[in-house]
Nanobody
């Protein structure tokens, strides 16, 4: 059974930084695409960034140049370094694991709030 546990959310002022982490268990992490999505209440969940098993990253246009996704296959973790945060980055951030079989698993979410 896949389990994803996020950490690192919180409250930060605009222009500040936060680092989110997601610890995965229960599947072959190194073969999985990992990602971060975010959701604002009343809106659809949207892509923030993904990273393939070959460590190739992909970013939403809104975060390019500000956020960096990385993975550590030895520790089964994926991280999202968020710099130059803006109030519009405020959302619940969810970790995604897409296994090699094509199944998607989600973490419980962590709140990020950016004050202006």
């Amino acid at each position: 059974q896949v389990q994803l546990v996020e950490s690192g959310g919180g409250l930060v002022q605009a222009g500040g930084s936060l680092r989110l982490s997601c610890a995965a268990s229960g599947s072959i992490f190194s073969l999985s695409t990992m990602g971060w999505y975010r959701q604002v209440l009343g809106k659809q969940r949207e892509l923030v960034a993904t990273i393939t098993s070959a460590s190739s990253p992909n970013y939403a246009d809104s975060v390019k140049g500000r956020f960096t996704i990385s993975r550590d296959n030895a520790k089964n973790t994926v991280s999202l370094q968020m710099n130059s945060l803006k109030p519009e980055d405020t959302a619940v951030y969810y970790c995604l694991q897409r296994t090699w079989e094509g199944h998607n698993y989600w973490g419980q979410g962590t709140q990020v709030t950016v004050s202006s």
